[in-house]
């Protein structure tokens, strides 16, 4: 019965070398989501998410979910320092609106790179692009810093 459970559609991912990233905030629920009302929770995660996709705009970073205030972002491998400049600019932007917006809170971005099965999973309406494997977990995995490259990424941009 198990494979009556499997979509052949989805039994073949493209997998490929990538730059994972997960961005946070620092503080998130001691320094803004517990000082704000649901709605202006709601308020500022819209805000918030519209600062990540402006500031990964013109690159190849492509975000694959935002939960909560992480967000899940990839980058070709080929394209690595490009991918580690956006990510640069990303906690910038995000670091600027922050300032602005009043909240004692930093962007935290940590990236790894390898690779990735990348394809459409689930069906119907929550069907979406999600990406998985080992450097998946290993970019999770890395110490929550405000800025934390893999020694894997690090060589591979030669730093």
């Not at 494979?3 to 039994?11: D, S, W, Y």
């Not at 977990?137 to 591979?156: F, G, H, P, T």
């Amino acid at each position: 019965m198990v494979g009556t459970l499997v979509n052949p559609r989805f039994a073949t991912p493209a997998v490929t070398e990538q730059v994972v990233a997960f961005a946070d905030l620092s503080g998130y629920h001691r320094v803004i989501c517990s000082r704000l009302s649901p709605e202006e929770t709601f308020a500022f995660l819209g805000e918030y998410y519209a600062t990540v996709q402006r500031a990964l705009e013109g690159s190849a970073g492509k975000i694959v979910k935002f939960i909560g205030d992480a967000a899940l972002i990839v980058f070709p491998a080929a394209d690595a320092k490009p991918a580690v400049a956006a990510l640069h600019n990303l906690k910038a932007a995000v670091d600027a609106f922050l300032a602005q917006s009043g909240h004692d809170s930093r962007l935290r971005v940590k990236a790894h790179v390898g690779q990735v099965a990348a394809g459409p999973i689930g069906s119907g309406e929550l069907e979406r692009f999600d990406v998985c494997g080992l450097a998946v977990n290993q970019a999770a995995l890395l110490a929550d810093e405000e800025w934390n490259l893999s020694a894997e990424l690090k060589a591979k941009i030669g730093t």
